[in-house]
């Protein structure tokens, strides 16, 4: 007889089977091909409903936003251009709520925003030597595509420390992507 181990994975990375019948909700976003973004995973529920995404850190761990614990049938991205952090913090937007362990990504296009259940999302960017990089983990959305209001992502490399203290040294070598420093 063999047995299972509970942390071996149910589904196949790239695959889809476990979603069928789930809707998306990214507002604005294009649908990415399976096995487009390795590195990323959903966060499920009982009855194979979606929660939030996840970042795949290594073979056994994912890395989320904290309010994912306790949509889409199809992953999808969205290309989001990162916003100064004194024109986030003004009157306009989060009023000094944003720290300097987050970034402020958004659009002035009302049409394209993080949305409910994306939370948890990477914001990976391209290094200099092409490796995609970590940045950041949604943490609040905007409001869905309805009018002009950034996503705050906490930073990566503010928990960094943290992280390769709970997960080891294969952090870097079986990580699919760098994390910024």
Not at 21 to 41: C, F, H, I, K, Y
Not at 77 to 93: A, Q, R
Not at 114 to 143: F, K, R, T
Request: with cysteine; proline share 5%.
């Amino acid at each position: 007889m063999t047995r299972r181990s509970e942390f071996e994975p149910q589904a196949v990375c790239g695959t889809h089977s476990l979603a069928e019948g789930v809707t998306a909700r990214l507002a604005g976003g294009d649908r990415s091909n399976n096995g487009q973004w390795p590195s990323v995973a959903l966060l499920y529920h009982t009855g194979y409903k979606t929660r939030c995404t996840a970042s795949i850190i290594s073979p056994r761990w994912l890395l989320s936003s904290y309010n994912c614990i306790k949509h889409s049938q199809y992953l999808h991205y969205l290309p989001i251009p990162t916003i100064d952090l004194n024109e986030c913090n003004s009157t306009k937007h989060y009023s000094g709520f944003v720290t300097e362990d987050d970034i402020c990504a958004g659009f002035t296009d009302v049409d394209k925003s993080p949305c409910y259940n994306d939370e948890g999302s990477p914001l990976m960017c391209i290094s200099d030597n092409g490796m995609w990089e970590l940045q950041g983990v949604l943490a609040h959305h905007s409001n869905c595509g309805r009018g002009y209001h950034p996503s705050i992502f906490s930073s990566v490399s503010a928990v960094r420390s943290w992280v390769e203290t709970t997960i080891g040294s294969r952090f870097e070598r079986k990580s699919p992507f760098n994390v910024r420093r």
